[in-house]
């Protein structure tokens, strides 16, 4: 069982390019999440997803996009990397049971330069 | 007002002291709580739930009070292998994700 999968671990981005930050669970979790962690500032909740085709905004959603065609996979897009974007992004995911906690994946982390 | 507060610490402490965090919650209608631990450069863990009634896991205590919206852990005889960052979780409404508070350092020390 792997749990909740990241991709890449480390990337360093020129502003103004995109990329996709992978998430996958093999867990069949309805609930997943995207956040990011700057130091002083805590986890903070970017987007999140109840399941397939439902998306919502969190926190600090700006510049940032997500789609969730399976139940398996939210993919986290950045459209145009600007430096305020250099951080820690976890990818968690959690059963609908309102007591579960998330499990999270061990993170990417990510320069813009 | 940030809706997840929580001490700002850090907290040093000697092995076998006893250490209590506190966080405070400003929505109402938040249905779950949790404690993360969440180690150096590493992805947050879930370390317990929080349940009205208080639960108990060995040395860790937590325990939630609706009415004064505030969430606690007890740390007793704290080990080295304590020192981490403890999270404040709630989970506002059924729904949606979960909001963290900064969170809390703890180093124990021999």
């Known amino acids: 069982n792997a749990g909740v999968t990241q991709t890449p671990k480390f990337q360093v981005l020129k502003t103004g390019q995109s990329m996709t930050l992978q998430c996958a669970q093999d867990?069949?979790?309805?609930?997943m999440s995207w956040y990011r962690q700057d130091p002083g500032m805590g986890l903070r909740l970017i987007h999140y997803?109840?399941?397939?085709?439902?998306?919502d905004q969190g926190e600090v959603p700006n510049g940032y996009n997500v789609s969730r065609s399976t139940t398996e996979d939210f993919p986290l897009r950045l459209l145009s990397a600007a430096p305020s974007q250099t951080s820690v992004y976890f990818c968690?995911?959690?059963?609908?049971?309102?007591?579960?906690?998330?499990?999270f994946g061990s993170g990417t982390r990510l320069t813009v330069v | 007002r940030k809706e997840v507060e929580q001490d700002p610490g850090p907290f040093n402490v000697p092995e076998g002291a006893t250490v209590a965090f506190n966080c405070t919650y400003s929505?109402?209608?938040?249905?779950?709580f949790f404690w993360y631990r969440q180690d150096c450069r590493k992805e947050p863990k879930l370390l317990m739930s929080?349940?009205?009634s208080g639960n108990e896991d060995g040395r860790f205590t937590a325990q939630l009070n609706r009415a004064s919206q505030y969430i606690s852990l007890l740390i007793r005889d704290s080990k080295l292998s304590d020192s981490a960052t403890y999270l404040c979780?709630?989970?506002?409404?059924?729904?949606?994700?979960?909001?963290f508070g900064k969170g809390t350092t703890l180093s124990v020390s021999s």
């Open positions: 968690a995911s959690r059963d609908q049971g309102d007591a579960y906690g998330y499990t």
């Open positions: 867990m069949n979790h309805e609930y």
């Open positions: 997803s109840v399941g397939a085709g439902i998306t």
């Open positions: 929505n109402s209608a938040s249905q779950s």
């Open positions: 929080v349940y009205s």
């Open positions: 979780v709630v989970n506002r409404q059924a729904g949606t994700a979960l909001i």
